[in-house]
């Protein structure tokens, strides 16, 4: 009895650290294997389109991870986090085509100019609080937004610009190589997911979560929120330039939606579809909006749809109306999001058990509250 | 008094306005190292306002506030906060989606450093963890510790504010109505843990209260506010006894 | 001299066009404080509809351009209703997730005006004289703007007099920050948020028909494409406060004008960058109260 | 409607946050007169209780108000039999002005204005102020008088004198005692002496179920049933003494469960 | 299961079928073009192969993709399609989607034909793209042609400040150092709401001859403000007429405009081919329009190439080269050397039609007379 009541807590304490492990080796064997998903994946998870899909949802899953560490951990509330997305897909495929740096070293500056990018901008920006930071962030972003359709001989304007892969390893180029890039973008989410752990777990985290409940009560702590929140957003925004990169890579090119505020509400809606403050639910909320939008478009050109009567037709083969009111179901009504929903059920059966093991203690003293039962 | 550096807290001149509504006006309080001084006062005198300037929470338009001879007035709220200078809010302030326990362990993890570390990690066994616990059962929210701060009662809610003073190890303790909304029955036990709180921290403690026994019990120095000034600085004794007090505060002498 | 005169009157038109399709997502905004996303999709339909009211009666008439006001209006104020009853209504004080239902119904709705109406330009001929011009100080003034001018200053006083004259400005600033405070008062605050959605939608609604006639046609993109301007002038007029909405927009615009003419067309630079200094100036606006 | 049934019947009222039951079981009723207190510890469910009655939270079992079911109703159709309510943590509309505050609260042609401006006359002083801006005790003042600005059948008040300076306290006590002659009141209120001036019942709650139901005085004269309910040892709450009230809530199973 | 170990390509070496990829947008941004050239596509191919879909033997096996205007879905969406063993992928009218696919064609070795991009740097960019529409050098070109002898005026370009507009105003640059002209230009950026400083900024140049090229939702407007300050009454000016949709917008200053541009419209031309293809269109319910000639190029080209190159991708290219067919603009002459598309436009003008306007042809440009300029190719694009 014992035994089986110590197994069972070492499982709920390293269960989620095991199933994640299982996840991540299950995804990076993908590529050798032949598994169709009817309606999910566009082919066999082996063929390049397949990988191709995986992958941008790996980059967007790693997008919202880092967008999970502002809203859901320190509750900022961004409208401008494409700007360093932007930042690092541009950045890579600038100084690739305009100087001849190395591969690698193209990256690390990169990564270097996207941090310094949101210290700088985020150091202006959090200088104020709640809708006005969000105001702020959007200009901010507009204004990258507008760099790049203005400045067309460096950004290609609204065509974007493409890789020169002359400077990219060989791994990383053609559509073969797709299984490379596939599992470049596994290991950035890999990364992205342990640095957001980390910041989580760590005192900073702590303290940012605290700064999101209540800052004049952190400041009569003794704390500042702003440095809290400066460094929370710093790494957020190095996270994004990430994700950035390996998108360029991975689409063979970036264009200006990459720096569109439209792309931070896509993060948002994922992130919340996930579950706000949930590193899981960021990923899976990344991972379904970006299928639901990819495969969507596909089953409103489907057969299916053609053969329709024209008021059902008319707006199902417009993908984003489908997707748009799938996105509101969730909202409506599954409060928390995916991980959220599940996190409650899960807690709630936990619950009970508590409940029922300390009943037998309950009745000896009425004026301590008692833990209160769940319905 | 004198204007000896060994004042803990001394506020000179301390006015404020808002408007064109005069909040605090020529406020003067000399308070020494250890002393546990009172605030009383009507509705509106001020009492909160003159802990909101103190601890940095509103500026006032003149005079000049010291802590330990030094001048504080112009420096920021968490500044203050580091200088040693810790306070409770009459409408509590807590961190609504943290536990109770993690309430009082963020504050009982400021004064070891590190705070925006991104190499230490908070553990339920270290020092602040384990003082926090301590703390939390002295307080009597033991029952309560893992729920959310923003989801106990009122009264738990006081007592919690309480306990993240508690821990801080603030030289200069502002506490504004600690007592109110505090069950009956648990008013006496309160009392006592601010009381040992002012014994083991060796701190100067300023406290507004409408529960004047419980005040009266607790310090030894009362300052009378009226209209945003003060008006009496006084033993308790003499505060009760004084007219002023009686009538326009206490309602007594009618 | 006539090209001062004409920056400061088209500035004046283009604010007065701002502010129609602001005006109800700030009456929205600052009482309710749902950021509403399907505004751009209420606009868009309250223009198509018009459009649709212009096809089918004779759209050079005056009487045909009134009726689609009015009709645009009206079928604004139905979607925003709807929208409040059924979307905003059951996350009451869930303030992300209204603001994102409004997000996945700008999709849904603009995406099922593509497929109705399709993405090309649908253009509209209104009375003739709203194509013609009239000349001020040698100034040539497209008349379409005194019709702009006109309407944003009759949406601006009814709005402030709704405030004014009736309870339902304090019934929603109280209920937004405690519904369950104003209900305990004996007040049924849902119909009052739904009343001032509606409000905000038939503002929406007419100022897409009016949109539609200023652009000379209409696409299901019309209101996302001056939403941007919208939030702008919004935020920094403050968000309590529609005249704040209204100064802002001619503000934004006579800016814009100015930039336009002489400073080789960086009128949308001059928004955006107006944007953050107003706030790190003023965190609340330029009327909004100081926190 | 005889005068005898009680004006609210409260029976099994069970009531829950966010799917959390914070309120078990609870049965009590409050006649059609005089002042009946909801007493207990803190976290015992009285605020719970008393949002439960209005449908401010959710809530099962049966509340009956003058004879009629209101357990299924909205809270704003209750109010307006009727009922006026002083919240526990003021819930005064801060970026409303004092003014707009009260005026909200009217629910009939002529308010009682000049009784509330008599009551609290720093309100009518600061009329345009925001309320937000208040001082603790003056948004107090405005949340009592939301209450008493209408004819009312039954006032639910939860702990109304809390912040308020000693003589406020008194005077609301008066203005409390004033209009129970008229309107039957049900209390929460920790302030013992309060509770001893106003009350003629008590109901004690003791972790989430009705405990104890009696009369005010004798209840609150039997030390020993006090120490037991409520945890205060007689003699504490006048002296401000500090007798250490550790493990008071220790066989509360003596109580006389309703 | 796991993956099989020859992957990708396997699908062209069969021999009897060719996988096709067609990709468009259906919706978003470009989605009011991209049926358009779907239409042409479907109908030429009809046409050439006589419903049997079959050429030499090889069937052609079409999938139909919509990339929604979005870069995202293009490119994942080709991704696919090659990995899934098309060696042929057609379509576009979104550059941002066919640049990344040029490049995907020259890394992967398929053949890549676009379709409404009209982006100049298509011309020339590698060895496996072909382009199937007008490029924007063209269009300039043929507005020169049809203007007359500029020697000595000014010229200026009034367009949207994108990529597309900076390269009309290259374009234009060019063309008008070639004719002894000069310059000028004015670009509005997307986002304006109010056009009248920058008809203001037209008016007080001193060009005589202003070519606008214009298109999308905002034309109504843009033209409106032309007309109040008086640009249309005292400048010449020229323009492109884009697809039908547009016409009602410009349709009531159309009389102010003297050189109307069109790359094609229903009723330029009236030979067989394009009575057949029209016949075709008509059975979907469509319409002709402007780029359904575009589409049916993609058709021809892609029949072609199956004929001479059979599946082989260098083959299909070597075929390509060079090749000269009839199209529904009359002869096209694919440029071997960058790929370029030597072919005829239209001056067109509109007239009122009942409530509406009708296109009717002024006269046919040349194609050798406004072709784009030859591409010189760089080392990069090689590779
Ligand atoms: N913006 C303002 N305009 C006018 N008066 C103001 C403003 N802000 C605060 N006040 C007034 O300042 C006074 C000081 O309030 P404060 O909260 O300090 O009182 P207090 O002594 O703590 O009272 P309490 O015992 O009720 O808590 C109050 O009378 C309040 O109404
Ligand atoms: N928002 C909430 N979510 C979940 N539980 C809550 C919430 N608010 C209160 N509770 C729980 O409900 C129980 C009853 O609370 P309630 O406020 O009714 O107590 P009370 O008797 O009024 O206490 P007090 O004397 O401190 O005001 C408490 O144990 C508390 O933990
Ligand atoms: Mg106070
Ligand atoms: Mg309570």
């Not at chain 5, 002209?181 to 986002?191: I, N």
Request: proline share 3%; hydrophobic share 45%.
């Amino acid at each position: 009895m014992i035994a089986m009541k110590l197994s069972f807590d070492v499982l709920r304490k390293s269960g989620p650290f095991i199933i994640g492990a299982v996840l991540v080796i299950v995804m990076a064997l993908l590529p050798m294997l032949n598994i169709v998903i009817p309606g999910v994946l566009p082919g066999p998870t082996y063929q390049p389109g397949s990988l191709a899909l995986l992958s941008l949802c790996m980059v967007y899953a790693a997008m919202a991870l880092s967008y999970n560490l502002l809203l859901g951990t320190s509750g900022l509330l961004s409208f401008g986090h494409a700007l360093y997305f932007g930042a690092g897909a541009y950045g890579l495929g600038i100084l690739l085509s305009r100087t001849g740096l190395p591969f690698w070293v193209s990256t690390g500056v990169g990564l270097v100019g996207g941090l310094a990018l949101a210290l700088l901008s985020g150091a202006v920006a959090l200088r104020t609080v709640g809708i006005a930071f969000a105001m702020v962030t959007l200009a901010f972003a507009q204004t990258g937004s507008l760099f790049v359709s203005r400045s067309s001989s460096l950004t290609g304007g609204e065509d974007g610009i493409t890789v020169n892969t002359m400077n990219v390893p060989a791994a990383f180029v053609g559509i073969l190589n797709t299984k490379n890039l596939y599992w470049l973008a596994l290991v950035v989410l890999v990364l992205v997911y342990l640095v957001a752990l980390w910041v989580d777990k760590s005192r900073l985290g702590h303290v940012a979560a605290a700064t999101r409940e209540n800052e004049l009560r952190l400041r009569v702590l003794g704390l500042r929120p702003f440095t809290t929140k400066l460094i929370v957003f710093a790494i957020a925004g190095l996270m994004a330039a990430a994700a950035g990169m390996v998108y360029l890579l991975l689409q063979s090119g970036v264009g200006p939606k990459a720096v569109n505020y439209d792309l931070t509400v896509t993060i948002l809606v994922m992130v919340v579809l996930g579950g706000v403050g949930y590193r899981w639910g960021a990923i899976v909320g990344g991972f379904v909006y970006t299928l639901l939008d990819q495969r969507l478009t596909a089953l409103a050109q489907s057969d299916a749809v053609d053969s329709l009567p024209a008021f059902l037709r008319v707006p199902l083969s417009q993908p984003h109306f489908l997707l748009g009111i799938v996105f509101i179901l969730i909202v409506m009504f599954s409060g928390g999001g995916i991980a959220g929903t599940v996190d409650s059920r899960i807690r709630r059966r936990d619950w009970r058990r508590a409940a029922e093991a300390a009943l037998p203690r309950a009745g000896g003293d009425e004026s301590v509250a008692r833990p209160r039962l769940r319905p | 008094m004198m204007n000896t550096p060994h004042s803990a807290l001394k506020i000179e001149g301390l006015g404020l306005q808002i408007g064109g509504a005069t909040i605090l006006k020529d406020v003067e309080l000399d308070i020494m190292p250890g002393a546990r001084v009172g605030v009383i006062g009507p509705n509106g005198a001020g009492k909160t306002t003159l802990f909101n300037a103190i601890s940095g929470v509103v500026r006032p338009t003149s005079g000049r506030i010291l802590m330990d001879g030094r001048d504080v007035t112009r420096l920021d709220v968490s500044k203050r906060a580091r200088m040693g200078l810790g306070r409770t809010f009459q409408t509590s302030s807590i961190f609504p989606k943290l536990t109770i326990f993690e309430n009082v362990r963020l504050a009982a993890q400021v004064s070891l450093g590190g705070n925006y570390s991104l190499l230490r990690f908070p553990r339920r066994s270290d020092a602040a963890s384990r003082l926090a616990a301590e703390t939390i059962e002295k307080v009597g929210l033991i029952h309560q510790q893992d729920a959310f701060a923003g989801e106990v009662s009122h009264g738990d809610k006081r007592k919690l504010e309480i306990a993240v003073l508690m821990v801080t190890d603030a030289r200069v303790v502002l506490l504004d109505e600690p007592m109110a909304g505090v069950a009956s029955g648990e008013v006496a036990a309160l009392t006592e843990n601010i009381r040992s709180m002012h014994a083991e921290q060796q701190s100067t403690l300023l406290m507004v209260e409408h529960h004047i026994d419980v005040l009266m019990g607790l310090v030894d120095k009362v300052a009378v506010m009226y209209s945003g000034t003060v008006l009496a600085f006084d033993t308790p004794q003499n505060i009760m006894n004084n007219p002023l007090v009686q009538s326009a505060y206490l309602g007594t002498s009618a | 001299m006539s090209s001062v005169v004409l920056v400061l009157i088209t500035g004046l038109g283009v604010g007065a066009l701002y502010f129609l399709v602001a005006s109800g997502l700030s009456l929205i905004y600052g009482l309710m404080n749902v950021l509403n996303f399907a505004h751009g999709a209420f606009i868009a339909l309250g223009a198509l509809i018009g459009w649709e009211v212009a096809e089918h009666t004779d759209a050079a008439s005056w009487w045909s351009f009134l009726l689609s006001l009015v009709v645009g209006a009206v079928v604004g104020a139905a979607f925003a209703a709807f929208t409040e009853l059924v979307l905003i209504r059951p996350l009451y004080q869930r303030h992300i997730e209204q603001v994102l239902v409004t997000v996945g119904l700008s999709f849904a709705a603009i995406a099922l005006f593509d497929g109705i109406w399709g993405q090309d330009l649908h253009s509209v001929k209104g009375p003739a004289w709203l194509d013609e011009v009239t000349v001020v100080a040698g100034a040539h003034i497209a008349n379409i703007f005194w019709v702009l001018i006109v309407a944003a200053v009759l949406v601006l006083g009814g709005l402030s007099l709704f405030l004014r004259k009736t309870r339902y400005g304090k019934i929603i600033r109280a209920g937004v920050e405690n519904r369950a405070m104003v209900t305990a008062l004996g007040i049924d605050v849902r119909r009052a948020f739904t009343l001032v959605f509606s409000i905000g939608g038939a503002a929406a609604g007419l100022g897409g028909v009016l949109a539609m006639h200023y652009m000379t046609g209409v696409t299901p993109e019309i209101g996302s494409s001056l939403l941007i301007f919208a939030f702008i002038v919004i935020i920094i007029g403050g968000t309590e406060s529609l005249v704040g909405t209204a100064v802002a927009s001619v503000i934004v615009a006579v800016l814009q004008q100015f930039a336009n003419t002489y400073l080789w067309g960086t009128g949308d630079f001059i928004a955006i960058v107006l944007l953050p200094i107003v706030l790190l100036l003023r965190p609340s606006g330029l009327f909004g109260k100081r926190a | 409607m005889s005068a005898a049934t009680p004006i609210l019947e409260v029976e099994h009222l069970s009531a829950s946050i966010a799917g959390q039951q914070v309120v078990e079981d609870v049965s009590f009723t409050v006649p059609r007169s005089g002042v009946t207190a909801l007493l207990g510890r803190n976290g015992v469910g009285k605020t719970s209780t008393l949002r439960g009655i209005l449908g401010l939270i959710q809530r099962r079992g049966i509340v009956k108000f003058a004879g009629e079911r209101i357990d299924t109703m909205q809270t704003y159709r209750i109010v307006q039999k009727g009922i006026g309510y002083v919240p526990e943590e003021r819930e005064v509309f801060s970026k409303l002005s004092v003014a707009e505050n009260l005026e909200l609260a009217e629910r009939q042609k002529n308010p009682h204005r000049e009784f509330v401006a008599r009551l609290f006359p720093d309100l009518v002083q600061r009329r345009d102020q925001q309320a937000g801006t208040l001082s603790g005790g003056q948004q107090q003042m405005v949340s009592v008088a939301r209450a008493l600005l209408n004819d009312n059948q039954l006032l639910l008040v939860d702990e109304p004198t809390k912040g308020l300076a000693p003589k406020i306290v008194n005077e609301v006590a008066d203005a409390l005692a004033a209009a129970s002659k008229t309107v039957p009141i049900l209390l929460v209120e920790q302030n013992l002496e309060v509770v001893r001036r106003l009350a003629d019942r008590v109901v004690v709650i003791v972790g989430g179920r009705v405990a104890h139901v009696g009369d005010a005085a004798a209840t609150l004269d039997d030390a020993d049933l006090v120490r037991r309910l409520l945890g205060v040892h007689v003699g504490d709450s006048a002296h401000g003494g500090i007798a250490p009230a550790r493990n008071a809530g220790e066989g509360a199973e003596g109580g006389q469960h309703a | 299961a796991c993956a099989p170990q020859s992957s990708g390509e396997s699908g062209a070496k069969d021999g009897a079928t060719l996988k096709v990829g067609f990709v468009t947008s259906e919706t978003g941004s470009w989605g009011a073009n991209g049926p358009m050239v779907k239409d042409g596509f479907k109908a030429g191919l009809d046409y050439l192969t006589n419903g049997t879909d079959t050429v030499k033997g090889i069937k052609i096996n079409v999938t139909y993709n919509d990339d929604a205007s979005d870069p995202d879905k293009g490119v994942s969406t080709v991704k696919t399609l090659v990995g899934g063993g098309a060696t042929v992928i057609i379509g576009t009218g979104v550059s941002a989607v066919a640049l990344p696919t040029a490049q995907l064609a020259a890394q992967n070795h398929f053949l890549y034909i676009t379709g409404g991009a009209s982006s100049d740097a298509i011309t020339g960019i590698n060895k496996y793209t072909f382009r199937a529409a007008t490029s924007a050098g063209q269009i300039v070109n043929a507005m020169g042609a049809a203007a007359g002898d500029l020697r000595g005026k000014k010229v200026l370009a009034y367009s949207i400040d994108s990529a597309y507009g900076q390269s009309v105003v290259a374009g234009l640059t060019r063309y008008a150092k070639t004719q002894g002209a000069t310059t000028e230009s004015v670009l509005v950026p997307s986002t304006v709401t109010d056009y009248t400083p920058f008809s203001q900024q037209v008016l007080n140049s001193g060009a005589d001859l202003v070519w606008v090229s214009w298109s999308g939702s905002t034309t109504g407007a843009m033209w409106q403000s032309l007309k109040q300050q008086g640009v249309l009454a005292k400048k010449t000016v020229a323009s492109l007429l884009d697809a039908s949709w547009s016409w009602d917008a410009i349709g009531p200053v159309a009389s102010d405009i003297p050189l109307l541009i069109s790359p094609y419209f229903d009723g330029a031309n009236d030979s067989d081919l394009v009575k057949a293809v029209n016949k075709n269109i008509a059975k979907s319910g469509h319409k002709p329009d402007t780029y359904t000639a575009d589409g049916y190029n993609a058709a021809a080209m892609l029949v072609h190439a199956i004929e001479k190159g059979g599946t082989d991708v260098d083959k299909m290219i070597n075929a390509l080269e060079g090749y000269s067919f009839e199209g529904m603009r009359g002869p096209v002459t694919i440029r071997a050397t960058d790929h370029g598309l030597i072919e005829g436009m239209y001056q067109s003008k509109l007239v009122a039609n009942g409530g509406s306007y009708k296109a009717e042809l002024v006269k046919r440009l040349d194609g050798d007379q406004i072709a784009q300029p030859e591409v010189k190719p760089t080392p990069a694009a090689s590779r």
